[in-house]
């Protein structure tokens, strides 16, 4: 008698896709931060000069230079922007008051694996009231979160980029 045996041996594809999350859509987003407004879509491409003044004010890239924006009735301003995390891009909407300081934060899609912590509202209330004058500094003003260090750092970053993005070309 012949005997075959075999071994199954089950394959695991993972991609980090898989974790990939939309929190809220843009017009979720938008009444989250400014409820009950009607926003005006107004986009703006960055000159060469303004990226280069952004980017010698904060130290970081511009990498888009269009600015994927629009205006409340109050002269505050929602903005949709995207940073990497880890691996994966964080795509978030920060809101600014009329006088360029933060209003609120939102995380609309989160992409990698872990790090989704970012969302917590407790952490993103450090952002509240920052401005291009007394922008957000990681470590020191925007605390860390373990587990989530280059999420917090990117985003921290992001919104830094997006107040100096204010100062030289949105006020």
Same mark, same amino acid.
């Given at each position: ?53 952004? !980017?010698? /004010? ?7 230079? $269009?600015? @994927?924006?629009?205006? #409340? &009735? ?42 989704? !912590?970012? /969302? ?7 952002? $509240?009231? @920052?401005?291009?004058? #007394? &922008? ?36």
């Amino acid at each position: 008698m012949r005997y075959t045996s075999w071994i199954w041996v089950p394959a695991i594809a993972v991609s980090t896709s898989v974790y990939a999350t939309t929190y809220l859509t843009v017009e979720q987003a938008q009444q989250a931060i400014f409820p009950g407004s009607a926003l005006t879509q107004s986009f703006v491409t960055l000159t060469s000069a303004q990226k280069q003044a952004i !980017e010698q /004010r904060t130290g970081l890239t511009v990498r888009n230079p $269009v600015i @994927k924006l629009w205006k #409340a &009735p109050d002269g505050g301003l929602f903005i949709v922007d995207e940073v990497v995390g880890k691996h994966e891009l964080i795509t978030y909407a920060l809101g600014l008051n009329a006088d360029g300081s933060v209003k609120a934060i939102e995380i609309m899609d989160y992409r990698e694996s872990y790090g989704y !912590e970012v /969302r917590n509202p407790q952490w993103r209330k450090q952002f $509240v009231g @920052k401005t291009a004058d #007394a &922008p957000p500094k990681f470590d020191d003003d925007i605390k860390n979160i373990g587990g989530a260090t280059l999420s917090s750092r990117h985003l921290t970053d992001g919104i830094r980029r997006l107040l100096a993005t204010y100062a030289a070309a949105l006020k």
